[in-house]
């Protein structure tokens, strides 16, 4: 029999925020013996919410030993190495800061503070105190998103014409939905999509360094009000949709850059989508059809071609590779991206965003903010 190699230890990692995504990351750690190629370990030791009862869903994960509602008292922990915090974004800036200097390195939720000013903050923190930091982005580690982004990176492409880049939900057509923090200003931000979608359309352009130089926005603001849980109303000062029409510089000719952001898409519930075309390639993909990669080629004909991808994630599984990858799957990917980035062993993968991408992503919106608000083209 042959001796396994004594397991390295787990990598302590604390949620703070227990909401929807905090359960993610519970889940994805649950079931991390289903990646077979990932070097590190993580566990998740504890978890923090100001909502006491918010932390009781945890209690089913054996590891978890701190249950916390002040995030003072989860940070002065020892045994905690990382911190996941997924709170609303007017939290963003204090608690990251706080887990900074706390010792801890962070995988921060978009938009990485609530504007430009508070993402700079932060990144500048992060690199006055060396901590590992990176910011949650989870679609580009679709199969279909990295092939994508594979034959966008070769050159391939040609020379490029056009780009769009869009993520897109209904959630909010219902006008009876009553109020949430996402819909106010005061608590998502002034960019409102923008802060809650943007980094999902912006990571990949960014990666690709595609970085607009110039932009025009068209902002929406469909629902003014929205039932406030109590028998009136409030109003709902966010943007719900933004349209931001970009220029990038490629090869020193501009190109047009669609980053497309809505809560209001009618028949549209989580629907990612990136497209490149080029003079000679193409690449489309969306996750309406999750396993469907189209790809353009110019030959005597001009052809768009389907290809039926399968569960063809960075980091390998044991899941067949007929399969299809869903969004679950994506969380751990995303996950075992950071750590192995984290062990300086991702080995070539796709990481996660960066400090830097977030904070130019905010740069993006907040020109838009300035062409919405001037009705002009916004220089970067
Ligand atoms: N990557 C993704 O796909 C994705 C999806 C949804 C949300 N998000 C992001 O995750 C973050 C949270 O969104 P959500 O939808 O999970 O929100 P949520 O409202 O479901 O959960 C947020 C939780 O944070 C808690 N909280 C608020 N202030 C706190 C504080 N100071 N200390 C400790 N806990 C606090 C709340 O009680 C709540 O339980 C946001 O930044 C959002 O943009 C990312």
């Given at each position: 029999?042959?001796?396994?190699?004594?397991?390295?230890?787990?990598?302590?990692?604390a949620?703070?925020?227990?909401?929807l995504?905090?359960?993610?990351?519970?889940?994805a750690?649950?079931?991390?013996?289903a990646?077979?190629?990932?070097?590190?370990?993580?566990?998740?030791?504890?978890?923090?919410?100001?909502?006491?009862?918010?932390?009781?869903?945890?209690?089913?994960?054996?590891?978890?030993?701190h249950?916390e509602?002040?995030?003072?008292?989860?940070?002065?922990?020892?045994?905690?190495?990382?911190?996941?915090?997924?709170?609303?974004?007017?939290?963003?800036?204090?608690?990251?800061?706080?887990?900074?200097?706390?010792?801890k390195?962070?995988?921060?939720?978009k938009p990485f503070?609530?504007d430009?000013?508070?993402?700079?903050r932060i990144?500048?923190?992060?690199?006055?105190?060396?901590?590992?930091?990176?910011?949650?982005?989870?679609?580009?580690?679709?199969?279909g998103?990295?092939?994508a982004?594979?034959?966008?990176?070769?050159?391939?492409?040609?020379r490029?014409?056009?780009?769009?880049?869009?993520?897109?939900?209904s959630?909010d057509?219902?006008?009876?939905?009553?109020?949430?923090?996402?819909?106010?200003?005061?608590?998502?931000?002034?960019a409102?999509?923008?802060n809650?979608?943007?980094?999902?359309?912006?990571?990949?352009?960014?990666?690709l360094?595609?970085?607009?130089?110039?932009l025009?926005?068209q902002?929406?603001?469909?629902?003014?009000?929205?039932?406030?849980?109590?028998?009136?109303?409030?109003?709902?000062?966010?943007?719900?949709?933004?349209l931001?029409?970009?220029t990038?510089?490629?090869s020193?000719?501009?190109?047009?850059?669609?980053?497309?952001?809505?809560?209001?898409?009618?028949?549209?519930?989580?629907?990612?989508?990136?497209?490149?075309?080029?003079?000679?390639r193409?690449?489309?993909?969306?996750?309406?059809?999750?396993?469907?990669?189209?790809?353009?080629?110019?030959?005597?004909?001009?052809?768009?071609?389907?290809?039926?991808?399968g569960?063809d994630?960075?980091?390998?599984?044991?899941?067949?590779?007929?399969?299809?990858?869903g969004?679950?799957?994506?969380?751990?990917?995303?996950?075992?991206?950071?750590?192995?980035?984290?062990?300086g062993?991702?080995?070539?993968?796709?990481?996660?965003?960066?400090?830097?991408?977030?904070?130019?992503?905010?740069?993006?919106?907040?020109a838009?903010l300035?062409?919405?608000?001037?009705?002009?083209?916004?220089?970067?």
């Open positions: 029999m042959s001796a396994q190699p004594a397991p390295s230890p787990a990598i302590r990692v949620v703070i925020g227990a909401g995504m905090g359960r993610e990351v519970a889940s750690f649950g079931r991390w013996f990646l077979l190629d990932c070097p590190v370990r993580p566990e998740l030791t504890g978890v923090c919410d100001v909502r006491a009862e918010a932390l009781d869903w945890f209690r089913q994960v054996p590891t978890v030993r249950f509602t002040d995030p003072r008292a989860l940070l002065a922990r020892p045994d905690i190495d990382v911190v996941y915090v997924a709170v609303p974004h007017d939290q963003h800036e204090a608690l990251y800061l706080e887990v900074l200097r706390a010792g390195d962070l995988l921060a939720e503070g609530i430009l000013a508070a993402a700079r990144r500048d923190e992060a690199v006055r105190l060396g901590r590992f930091v990176r910011v949650s982005s989870e679609f580009p580690f679709l199969p998103a990295q092939r982004f594979r034959l966008a990176a070769s050159g391939a492409l040609g490029i014409i056009g780009v769009r880049s869009a993520f897109l939900h959630s057509l219902d006008p009876a939905k009553p109020i949430n923090w996402k819909r106010q200003s005061a608590r998502c931000g002034e409102g999509v923008m809650d979608l943007g980094l999902h359309v912006a990571h990949l352009p960014l990666r360094g595609w970085r607009p130089r110039r025009y926005a902002l929406q603001k469909i629902y003014r009000e929205r039932p406030d849980g109590r028998g009136g109303t409030v109003p709902c000062d966010t943007w719900d949709n933004a931001v029409h970009a990038v510089d490629l020193g000719e501009p190109v047009p850059m669609a980053l497309e952001m809505k809560r209001m898409a009618p028949g549209e519930t989580n629907t990612w989508q990136f497209e490149a075309v080029g003079t000679d193409g690449v489309r993909y969306s996750t309406k059809e999750p396993k469907t990669l189209w790809t353009y080629r110019r030959d005597k004909e001009q052809l768009w071609e389907r290809t039926d991808l569960f994630t960075p980091f390998k599984t044991v899941t067949g590779s007929i399969f299809e990858p969004f679950p799957d994506l969380i751990m990917q995303m996950w075992a991206a950071f750590l192995a980035e984290r062990a062993a991702l080995g070539g993968r796709f990481g996660c965003a960066t400090p830097e991408e977030a904070v130019a992503q905010h740069e993006l919106w907040a838009a300035a062409s919405q608000r001037g009705q002009r083209v916004v220089d970067l």
